[in-house]
């Protein structure tokens, strides 16, 4: 039985600040889903325009996971989610009053940038932060979180447009226009609450210590060290083992990744995360309710649907907490991308022959399941685990940047190109292509990554140098 760790509550109440950034990535994300048909209709876009709409927010991610590993590397990573808290809390706010469909992309702009932001600097901080025995389960919060986001997402979705129906003609007339009229806007703008939470929060947690120790300030880190390890020689090996992994890498800028020991995990890194995207899981978080409703479902029906997709999603998640750090980020992939290559099969043959063969659309609703839970415990368990902590201390920040920008770049073709899928390839096709997309990634992780379970950073940081070819 595993001995828990005296500072366990310290690392969890730190881990779950951090992971808020996850539940704001997960809500701006997911809310779009419920928003499409709306917005759409109301500014009579055509299939690309729609793509741009849902694709628009994911080129504020790359524009900030593009400068947040620098930022986070030369202020600190407290400071750039101060940051994020603040883009995200702007968006919110301008997409709720936006004049029209270009101030609406302004500010979906401006709250991919601060997804960008988290989603490379929330798993970062909790990866430094953490004990190895436990890291995998703490990273994993962030994913979790994001997995309420979008089940917060799509409840709010279901619950607004619900409410949307029953708001009298007596209410002041900015909640007729917001929460009825145009229900759209209560929907995007109900981010400002988390957004404004996350920023008060963030006053209350200390910034790395690891970062702190690559700015020589071993006094604070010396401090916030001691607050996790308690033990006085535990805590001088710590920092000692830090200073001479940071003393193997000489450089700290962007051409210290083209040195031989760095090249490799970063290139990995790119693969991994940028093929995940292709995998299908966006595709279905973004459009579900376009997919189930071009089943035969009405819109409220496919929000519900939605919904159910959103909360297996979340306790699957939970799941693969537990067990990340007891099973390994290995098999965990091994199982859940099998059972997801089956699971696409599957739906690309609903959509093929289903109807055909009288296939109710409930099938749908069970395989979509099924392919939320073995992408929830497999990729998207492990996908931020693994990219927090492959890179050297030193160079975290921007290695980390380099990988975050292939997934937001692999998540902005998903989202502009899968109307263009459905349409184009059939909703069968688009499926099938899911399915083969899945090899290559299974074949990445057996072949060139390490397991990490129970390592300490450095402990993976000296594999990394050490295999230069």
């Known amino acids: 039985m595993k001995t828990i760790h005296p500072s366990f509550l310290y690392l969890v109440f730190l881990s779950a600040v951090a992971a808020l950034g996850g539940f704001l990535f997960g809500y701006d994300t997911a809310v779009i889903s419920g928003t499409i048909t709306q917005v759409s209709r109301q500014f009579e876009l055509d299939v690309l325009q729609q793509g741009w709409y849902v694709g628009c927010a994911l080129v504020g991610s790359i524009a900030g996971v593009s400068v947040a590993g620098w930022l986070s590397d030369r202020f600190g990573r407290k400071k750039v989610m101060f940051l994020a808290a603040l883009l995200f809390t702007a968006s919110a706010v301008g997409c709720a009053i936006a004049a029209g469909f270009g101030q609406l992309v302004v500010f979906r702009i401006i709250g991919g940038a601060g997804i960008g932001m988290v989603s490379i600097i929330s798993p970062m ?116 083992e830090v200073y001479a992994n940071i003393a193997r890498v000489s450089d700290s800028g962007w051409r210290s990744l083209w040195q031989p020991e760095l090249r490799r995990p970063v290139l990995i890194g790119v693969a991994i995360a940028l093929l995940g995207q292709f995998m299908g899981v966006n595709a279905v978080l973004y459009y579900g309710p376009t997919i189930f409703e071009q089943s035969g479902l009405s819109s409220g029906d496919a929000l519900f649907y939605q919904v159910w997709v959103g909360l297996v999603n979340v306790l699957t998640t939970v799941l693969a907490l537990f067990i990340i750090d007891r099973v390994g980020r290995k098999s965990l992939v091994y199982f859940g991308v099998t059972g997801m290559i089956v699971t696409l099969l599957a739906i690309g043959g609903y959509f093929w022959q289903g109807e055909a063969l009288g296939v109710g659309v409930i099938w749908l609703l069970v395989l979509f399941i099924l392919y939320i839970f073995f992408t929830a415990i497999s990729i998207s368990a492990v996908i931020f685990v693994l990219l927090s902590e492959m890179y050297p201390n030193r160079v975290r920040g921007i290695a980390m940047s380099v990988a975050g920008l292939s997934l937001w770049v692999g998540t902005y073709l998903i989202g502009q190109l899968t109307p263009w899928f459905l349409e184009n390839l059939s909703p069968s096709g688009t499926f099938f292509l899911f399915a083969l997309m899945c090899l290559p990634y299974m074949f990445i992780i057996w072949k060139m990554i390490p397991e990490t379970a129970g390592k300490s950073l450095e402990e993976i940081e000296q594999y990394w140098l050490e295999r230069k070819s």
């Not at 709010?156 to 759209?184: G, H, I, K, Y």
């Not at 995007?188 to 609450?193: N, S």
């Open 125 to 240: 901080y909790i990866s430094e932060m953490a004990v190895s025995a436990y890291r995998g389960s703490l990273v994993s919060l962030y994913q979790l979180a994001i997995t309420v986001g979008f089940l917060g997402a799509y409840l709010v979705n279901f619950q607004l447009q619900a409410f949307s129906t029953q708001l009298c003609n007596q209410s002041p007339e900015w909640v007729q226009w917001v929460f009825r009229d145009e229900v759209w806007r209560g929907m995007l703008g109900m981010e400002f609450i988390p957004a404004t939470i996350f920023f008060i929060l963030i006053f209350f947690i200390p910034e790395s210590p690891r970062w702190l120790l690559v700015h020589r300030q071993e006094a604070a880190a010396r401090v916030i060290f001691g607050k996790i390890y308690r033990d006085t020689q535990q805590i001088q090996w710590r920092i000692e």
